[in-house]
């Protein structure tokens, strides 16, 4: 592997909908690399490399191959960059011969006139298979006589016989056999041999490990870390792929703190198909109550069951008094707050101004006789505002211009001035950076020693451990395990609940 | 160059500016006065002209209200014409027997025609724009198979009541009333809410098919009270009531600078100022004596130059 940059990420990005599939992700690759990249389902490496060659269009960002900024239309124009890509689905076409397959998109050089010399593409079509060492292969015969292994040796003919700079392997393995699979290293091996670089995407860790010099880790479309294959092992890659955040500074020192007997809400039997089973559980005065698992675990959707937001929920949702959580408007009125991990949809209106996403929940207390006084909104909004040091211009701002991290004070803002005395926060540090992390923890630890309660769910094993009182761990929409806190606990068991 | 390049950018970001985008109707507003006072040597402030002008403007105005509140919520209406049809059916027929029951009844048949809009738009969770067409087919075939035989007379009694003290007086309460609960209750922010992000509306406590549901019930009952004053002016009722009455209303507001994305950036005065600008329009185009055919040209092309200008790009998305 030489020094060389062959390929610049700058801040990629790309979104769905809501799905923010790829979250600003920057990453070098050099010359002479064979890099993978992993990450769970729905981490974003397969659309990062789609928009490196093409078959997506770049959301944001730069791709700078060989010092040149490139953005590439479609596949063809990929292949004249020097960019090709094995994909994870069938990637040859059906109703064509096996060399018009290879060659797709690269006809000239097979064109006399408008005429396509079929038999000169056959001939070069059967070379470069021979060459492969896929003799069994006819290149005149129609694609469909071959099996999907088969299809996919095709399609590694295709995607290398030009030589390209980078070669993208997108979770190619799992459709070959072991032969094949040998074959397909080899060519790896040449093109790093060669000064190019290849990319490759799997989730078999073993292979991974045995066959790249560097591994890049994205987690929900977010780029992690880069290392180099000798310095880990499965294990550690695991970590790094499941959640892990660096340092830990600034959580909660205390431990041994008694938790109060007092119970102010019980979970009972709650299901909401299709992603939670049957959870029970109860949450004490003045208690962190943190919930933990895999992204598709279910503990978003016990945050949602808690606030009354779940559609077609089944089993109870109690307070102390006995009453029955059914609605979010209920749910406000008898003192639950709820910040949503999809922040900047279900926790806050981004086009509109801070004062007025303050004061939504509040608008029946702040009102005098049904009638609302712009005064008394403003002050209401800019009290709880400055309270959580919200940098912005004036309270009359959209909050689509503020920051994650302020975006989040504006949510925290108005369930303090609510004064609810139960917080749901699902991921309340996502995407949130160091310092205004620690002043959530802060308003965090400050609101429990009021005696309020939170339940916290997290994707981030360190916040949990340093956060929670008891932890909460899901599996396939059920409790799988649950945690007093203690300096003993480690990720390691946390993990071992999750997967 | 440089120098020129800076000069360019900063005249695009005052364009492009909310505070100018804010204005822009009100220029619009006093730029086509202007022109049509100009052009028509000044006849088109006569008194006798300027009160032709605002009969034009009561009921158009009383129906935009409503739109407005729908409108401001990301969603659309389609049916207000026909809904003036039906309700000014009713309004005619009740008036033989009561004026306050011929009042009632229109108010109610609106808000029926609003109620069945609300009913299919967040029940089956329809888009707006789907729900409203077919109603609009549906109340017009209603309007048309009443009308068949003759078209429907309305009571003397109501007739005489044709003042403009009176159609001013209900104009004006309608707006009064219709700001008070835009501007100073739960009810204003709530729309907005919901046209600005109706997800975080739901989860902040906005109960949001509530309040959906009752904005077109209660745009639905404007034009039935739009009605009353319709049949005041006109007498007896064809099959053609209230024809292309959505399109006029639709167009007026947008005009008046209501971003068709609804939400945070609607403004009170859209209502107002739209009307009037399309009245004015229309109005001056008709005194300047051209065809009808050569008025839909030039109506058509000042509105797409004035929505060009206008329309906030950055928000655009799906209605509702």
């Known amino acids: ?499 | 160059m440089a120098n020129n390049n800076e000069k360019q950018s900063k005249i695009s970001a005052i364009l492009d500016s909310d505070t100018f985008k804010g204005l822009l109707p009100f220029i619009g507003l006093v730029v086509i006065l202007a022109l049509m006072y100009w052009l028509t040597d000044g006849r088109l402030m006569q008194p006798k002209r300027l009160r032709l002008l605002l009969s034009q403007v009561y009921y158009p105005m009383i129906v935009a209200v409503g739109v407005f509140f729908i409108m401001t919520l990301g969603s659309i209406d389609f049916t207000e014409g026909s809904t003036l049809g039906v309700a000014s059916i009713v309004v005619s027929m009740l008036s033989f027997y009561s004026i306050p029951l011929a009042i009632i009844g229109g108010i109610l048949t609106g808000a029926a025609i609003g109620a069945i809009n609300g009913f299919f738009h967040v029940k089956f969770r329809l888009q707006s724009f789907i729900v409203t067409i077919c109603t609009m087919y549906l109340f017009r075939g209603v309007c048309a198979y009443l009308t068949t035989e003759t078209a429907i007379p309305a009571s003397a009694a109501i007739k005489a009541l044709d003042s403009d003290g009176l159609k001013i007086g209900i104009t004006v309460a309608v707006l009064v009333v219709a700001f008070f609960l835009f501007k100073f209750t739960r009810i204003g922010n709530d729309v907005k809410a919901v046209g600005s992000g109706e997800t975080a509306a739901r989860f902040s406590g906005v109960r949001t098919d509530r309040v959906k549901f009752f904005t077109f019930v209660a745009a639905g009952a404007l034009t039935g009270l739009a009605a009353f004053v319709n049949v005041i002016k006109v007498g007896s009722i064809t099959a053609t009531a209230g024809n292309q009455l959505e399109t006029q209303i639709l167009i007026s507001l947008v005009l008046g600078g209501l971003p068709i994305t609804g939400g945070a950036k609607v403004r009170f005065s859209n209502i107002i100022v739209g009307t009037l600008m399309y009245t004015v329009l229309n109005n001056g185009l008709v005194m300047l004596g051209f065809e009808s055919a050569t008025q839909q040209l030039i109506k058509g092309i000042v509105f797409l130059i004035f929505v060009a200008l206008t329309i906030d790009r950055k928000a655009l998305k799906v209605i509702k």
């Open chain 1, 1 to 499: 592997m030489s020094d060389k940059i062959l390929l610049k990420a700058e801040n990629i990005d790309k979104k769905f909908g809501i799905t923010h599939a790829v979250n600003n992700v920057s990453l070098t690759i050099n010359a002479g690399e064979i890099r993978a990249l992993i990450g769970e389902n729905g981490s974003g490496k397969s659309t990062f490399c789609q928009m490196l060659c093409g078959i997506y269009t770049i959301g944001g960002g730069t791709f700078i191959l060989d010092g040149q900024p490139v953005k590439v239309k479609n596949q063809v124009e990929a292949n004249n960059l020097g960019i090709s890509i094995i994909v994870q689905e069938m990637g040859t076409l059906s109703g064509l011969t096996v060399a018009e397959n290879i060659f797709l998109g690269h006809e000239d050089p097979f064109m006399k006139g408008l005429i396509k010399d079929t038999r000169a593409m056959n001939n070069e079509a059967q070379r470069l298979l021979d060459e492969y060492g896929f003799k069994n292969i006819r290149a005149g015969a129609m694609i469909d006589n071959y099996n999907f292994e088969d299809r996919k040796l095709v399609e590694i003919v295709k995607a290398t016989y030009m030589k390209p700079k980078i070669l993208i392997v997108d979770e190619t393995t799992t459709a070959l056999s072991q032969n094949g699979r040998l074959e397909l290293y080899k060519i790896m091996d040449a093109v790093r041999a060669d000064g190019r670089s290849v990319i490759f995407i799997s989730h078999d860790l073993r292979e991974v490990l045995d066959h790249c010099d560097t591994i890049s880790i994205l987690r929900d479309g977010e780029y992690i870390d880069t290392v180099k294959s000798s310095d880990v092992d499965e294990d550690s890659i695991k970590r790094l792929m499941v959640g892990r955040d660096i340092g830990t500074a600034y959580y909660r020192t205390d431990y041994g703190k008694e938790i109060s007997s007092e119970v102010v809400l019980s979970v009972k039997g709650v299901t909401v198909p299709g992603q939670i089973e049957d959870v029970n559980f109860e949450l004490h005065r003045g208690e962190i109550l943190g919930f933990g698992g895999l992204s598709e675990c279910g503990m978003h959707e016990v945050g949602k069951a808690v606030f009354g937001a779940s559609w077609n929920r089944q089993g109870s949702v109690k307070l102390a008094d006995g009453t029955e959580i059914t609605s979010i408007p209920q749910a406000i009125k008898k003192s639950i707050a709820y910040a949503s991990k999809d922040r900047d949809n279900e926790s806050i209106i981004l086009n509109e101004s801070i004062r007025n996403n303050a004061v939504l929940p509040s608008l029946d207390d702040l009102a005098e006789a049904h009638i609302l006084k712009g005064r008394k909104l403003n002050k209401f909004a800019k009290e709880h505002v400055d309270r959580m040091q919200t940098k912005m211009q004036h309270i009359n701002q959209f909050v689509s211009e503020l920051s994650g991290g302020n975006k989040q004070k504006v949510v925290l803002a108005r369930w303090l001035g609510k004064g609810s005395d139960i917080l749901v926060l699902d991921s309340p540090t996502r995407g949130i950076d160091v310092k205004v992390k620690q002043a959530i923890y802060a308003l965090m630890s400050e609101l429990t020693a009021q005696g309020k309660s939170i339940i916290m769910i997290s994707e981030e094993i360190p916040e949990l451990l340093g956060m929670s009182d008891r932890i909460l761990i899901m599996k396939d929409g059920k409790i799988n395990g649950e945690f007093h806190r203690s300096e003993n606990l480690s990720e390691e068991d946390l993990i071992a609940k999750m997967v």
